[in-house]
């Protein structure tokens, strides 16, 4: 199947910095990518939705400002939490999608201190 | 809107058994797609099988198949001869356009020895 990474796996900020995940398809191109977040113990959440070389779109109730995205090349997208707070701290994950199906990244787990 | 309800929260299966988790969806679009993933702890989403709405067979991979009831709008997955390595969650979903995905709330798997 598809392959999709997600760096860093685990990330430990301070409250009030910025980080920085990585999603990468590794063995397709995906002109489209998906961010998620994901709580304890419950679904998927969309965040937005990446498309390369265009805006990010995203989905109500996510500050753009706050999470920022980048879709630079057919392999690479990045979502950036800005002024990270404690609240932030939760399971990221990406997905890329090629023909009908969304392959996953392996998740970012981030704690904001 | 969309929908998708997965109304068991917890399923135990004896190993070597095959078990059925339960997923109905709701949605006005006449072609749709409809997926199952499974999510370890290790928090990775591995993407196990697809049903296109307009097709005729059950999906089948391996030890899972998709009961699809196009009617009565259900999708559930059988797991056959069930694994230790079974154990975790399962999420059902559902694109109407093959981008944006809907997921259940899960239903989380325990496989007993």
């Known amino acids: 199947g598809a392959v999709v990474s997600q760096h860093p796996s685990r990330v430990i900020c301070k409250s009030g910095t910025s980080v920085k995940i990585e999603c990468r398809s590794l063995?397709?191109?995906?002109?489209?990518m998906f961010w998620y977040r994901q709580f304890p113990k419950q679904s998927l959440m969309l965040m937005a939705t990446s498309n390369e070389g265009s805006k990010a779109t995203y989905e109500q109730g996510v500050e753009k400002d706050k999470f920022l995205i980048n879709h630079a090349s057919l392999t690479l997208s990045t979502l950036t939490v800005t002024s990270a707070h404690p609240e932030d701290s939760s399971f990221y994950i990406c997905?890329?999608?090629?023909?009908?199906?969304?392959?996953f990244g392996p998740g970012t787990r981030l704690l904001v201190l | 809107a969309q929908k998708i309800t997965q109304t068991q929260p917890g399923m135990f299966v004896q190993e070597k058994e095959a078990v059925t988790l339960d997923c109905t969806y709701d949605t006005s679009d006449p072609s749709y797609g409809l997926f199952w993933y499974k999510q370890p702890s290790s928090g990775e989403m591995i993407f196990l099988i697809y049903q296109g709405s307009y097709d005729q067979q059950n999906a089948t991979e391996g030890r899972y198949s998709l009961n699809f009831q196009k009617a009565r709008k259900s999708a559930n997955l059988v797991i056959s001869a069930s694994q230790l390595g079974d154990s975790a969650m399962y999420f059902c979903?559902?694109?109407?356009?093959?981008?944006?995905?809907?997921f259940g709330t899960g239903t989380s798997l325990t496989v007993i020895p």
């Open positions: 997905s890329a999608q090629l023909q009908e199906t969304q392959y």
């Open positions: 979903a559902m694109t109407p356009t093959g981008n944006q995905f809907y």
């Open positions: 063995d397709f191109q995906a002109t489209t």
